[in-house]
């Protein structure tokens, strides 16, 4: 097969229309389309259907993407490692990773792989997820839920989900217990960001439910409006910490509630032996273990801990 019927296939995945493709790739539109047929015709299946909005992809074009992806991508690794020597780490984050604490995992693998670049994607954890689960990504740092199978979980460091106040809101009775909070405005983040954080997961379950007066998806936006006396809010300790230099904020402490949680290394069990994923695991783990012994806890789907990445038992698939 050629090559280029793949890279093809891809752009117009990727640019939305067979034009845009076109442009991208620096050829005709009626090349684009002559290529996306040949392809066709080599696999006896249609990949696109061609709607009022444009294309979509149909299940067989939805399969062919993710082995093209990785074959564009494991060509593309090969080409660098044997000409330049240098390989490119796919790695993601979640924003508050990507915000806290990821310059810090970077530079302790940079320091022990210097040849290697990176293609960085921050988002929220479900999209991370996503990504990881279709191959657009090699490795992830995330605080959030994961929930496939399909995917190895390993705990780097401990944070915890704490509910922070202006210190100059004015409270009319102290808050001591976590139903203390129905009393507080609640400036929340995105819809359906709540599945994957344990703490409005525990809301919920206990029947806590505070009016929600402000959302964003942007971190420095819900600290601006806790600061602004719109309510309170929830954050990753380190986001707390950092935020306590420059604004005059308070955290809430409960007599019946802590919400501790683990930031995660996320990779697909698929790539379990994948000799630079666990390469950047170690230099992370052994980084973390320098000042903490929490580093280094794999835990599966059913939550079943093994210490470093070399324990991981091959037939768990």
């Known amino acids: 097969m050629n090559f280029k019927l793949l890279e093809t296939f891809i752009a117009v995945i990727d640019h939305k229309t067979m034009s845009r493709a076109a442009e991208h790739l620096f050829t005709s539109q009626p090349n684009v389309s002559m290529m996306i047929m040949e392809l066709e015709d080599y696999f006896d299946t249609k990949l696109f259907y061609r709607t009022s909005k444009g294309l979509e992809l149909t299940p067989s074009g939805s399969d062919l993407e993710h082995f093209a992806r990785k074959i564009i991508h494991d060509l593309n690794e090969m080409n660098q490692q044997m000409f330049s020597q240098k390989r490119t780490l796919r790695i993601g984050s979640s924003v508050t990773v990507g915000h806290y604490l990821l310059d810090e995992y970077l530079q302790t693998v940079k320091t022990a792989m210097p040849h290697l670049h990176f293609d960085i994607m921050i988002s929220n954890t479900e999209s991370i997820e996503e990504a990881i689960l279709a191959n657009h990504l090699d490795f992830a740092i995330v605080e959030g839920l994961i929930e496939s199978s399909r995917i190895y979980q390993v705990d780097l460091e401990e944070d915890e989900l704490v509910a922070v106040l202006s210190a100059d809101y004015p ?40 009016k929600v007066i402000f959302r964003a998806t942007n971190l420095d936006t819900i600290l601006q409006a806790v600061e602004h006396q719109y309510g309170f809010a929830v954050l990753s300790k380190f986001a707390f910490k950092e935020a ?31 000799p630079l994923i666990k390469g950047v695991l170690h230099c992370i783990q052994s980084d973390l273990q320098n000042g903490s012994n929490y580093a280094g806890s794999e835990n599966n789907a059913d939550g079943t801990g093994f210490l470093f990445s070399e324990n991981i038992k091959s037939d768990d698939k």
């Open 171 to 210: 409270i009319e009775q102290p808050i001591t217990q976590l139903k203390d909070l129905n009393r507080l405005p609640w400036i929340a983040r995105e819809e359906g960001s709540h599945r994957r954080n344990q703490f409005e997961l525990d809301l919920k379950e206990r029947k806590i439910n505070p």
């Open 244 to 274: 306590q230099k420059k604004q005059n904020l308070q955290r809430l402490s409960f007599a019946d509630y802590r919400c501790s949680r683990s930031i995660r290394a996320i990779y697909r069990k698929d790539a379990e032996k994948d």
